[in-house]
Nanobody, 123 residues
Framework: QVQLVESGGGLVQAGGSLILSCAAS????????MGWFRQAPGKEREFVAQ????????YYADSVKGRFTISRDNAKNTVTLQMNSLKPEDTAVYYC????????????????WGQGTQVTVSS
């Protein structure tokens, strides 16, 4: 069983930066993909970014491309989301997710989720 715990959310002004971290307990296999999703009030959860655990191949939503960077530390079992040039529309609860298969451009199939961390961007 894999458990995911997010940290690093908070309040930031537009144009600012935040770093989110996701700590995974349990075995993350080489075929795994780890990702970040977000859910704004009244909206469905949407994909943000993901990374293959072994090769580090990344995939981003168009809305965050060029502003957000996802990375992983295999030794520490952590995934990080560096968020720059934040906009008010980035305000949401951010969730870390995991799935036991790869697929660089496919953002579905996640079965493991963290509890979420709030990110609020003020204008």
């Amino acid at each position: 069983q894999v458990q995911l715990v997010e940290s690093g959310g908070g309040l930031v002004q537009a144009g600012g930066s935040l770093i989110l971290s996701c700590a995974a307990s349990g075995r993350i296999g080489s075929t795994w993909t780890m990702g970040w999703f977000r859910q704004a009030p009244g909206k469905e959860r949407e994909f943000v970014a993901q990374i293959n655990w072994s090769g580090g191949l990344t995939y981003y939503a168009d809305s965050v491309k060029g502003r957000f960077t996802i990375s992983r530390d295999n030794a520490k079992n952590t995934v990080t989301l560096q968020m720059n040039s934040l906009k008010p529309e980035d305000t949401a609860v951010y969730y870390c997710g995991g799935r036991a298969f790869s697929g660089s451009n496919y953002s579905g199939g996640y079965v493991y989720w963290g509890q979420g961390t709030q990110v609020t961007v003020s204008s």
